[in-house]
């Protein structure tokens, strides 16, 4: 009965690769996001999905792709991975996008470029 | 823009003692949500307490409370009779309507609670 989950939990890949992260919320919420934490715990919003269409898009670099096939699925595709992409990546979900809705997060994917 | 301040990196305290952890916020928007999250070791981010800027009751969650000085822009955690299982990283963070419900954290707190 996980609430938000992401797969895989943990990644290790070499620079230049593509890979996906993916996410998932039985909840039935409508609003998904990715956040990233760097090395030094530092968490930033990267985008941010409303009923399968992108509402906020951070200054990230286009090599990162977010996907939302339906409402309860937001995944995150990374071309030419660099070694400054090595971080945890969290996907949380939201009733709405409303600041008034706590926001439920995943367990997290730590991505270790090499 | 809006940004958060945590000014304290780490701090200890005995179990069963209390530890307050300091935050201040900068927004231009009047109407806004503060929280504070826990990260334990297993990295899952777990919500601890949220207060709505347009209450002035502080709010309280069993042993967790919240002091916020909204003129003043400060939102601090009251964390009393502390738990060994509260050892964690604790993040503050703001959401207001104008930044499109995302979340601006502050930099984190290491709490170790010593038995």
């Known amino acids: 009965d996980t609430a938000v989950s992401q797969t895989p939990k943990y990644l290790v890949t070499q620079m230049g690769n593509d890979k996906s992260i993916k996410c998932e919320q039985n909840?039935?919420?409508?609003?998904m996001y990715w956040y990233k934490q760097d090395s030094k715990k530092f968490l930033k919003i990267m985008f941010s999905?409303?009923?399968?269409?992108?509402?906020i898009n951070e200054t990230v670099p286009n090599r990162f792709s977010p996907k939302s096939p339906d409402k309860a699925h937001l995944n995150l595709h990374i071309n030419s991975l660099e070694l400054g992409d090595s971080a945890v990546y969290f996907c949380?979900?939201?009733?709405?996008?409303?600041?008034?809705?706590?926001?439920?997060f995943g367990p997290g994917t730590r991505l270790t470029v090499t | 823009a809006q940004t958060v301040t945590q000014s304290q990196p780490e701090m200890s305290v005995q179990e069963a003692e209390t530890v307050t952890l300091s935050c201040t916020y900068d927004?231009?928007?009047?109407?806004?949500?503060l929280f504070w999250y826990k990260q334990p070791p297993s990295r899952q981010m777990i919500l601890v307490i949220r207060?709505?800027?347009?209450?002035?009751q502080n709010a309280t969650e069993n042993r967790f409370s919240v002091n916020f000085q909204k003129a003043a822009k400060s939102f601090s955690l009251k964390i009393s009779d502390s738990q060994l299982g509260d050892t964690a990283m604790y993040f503050c963070?703001?959401?207001?309507?104008?930044?499109?419900?995302?979340?601006?954290f502050g930099g984190g707190t290491r709490v170790l609670v010593k038995p």
């Open positions: 949380a979900s939201s009733p709405m996008s409303s600041s008034s809705y706590e926001q439920y």
């Open positions: 909840l039935g919420h409508d609003t």
């Open positions: 999905y409303n009923n399968k269409e992108l509402i």
């Open positions: 927004t231009s928007e009047s109407n806004y949500y």
């Open positions: 207060q709505e800027a347009y209450k002035q």
């Open positions: 963070a703001l959401d207001t309507k104008a930044a499109g419900n995302k979340l601006t």
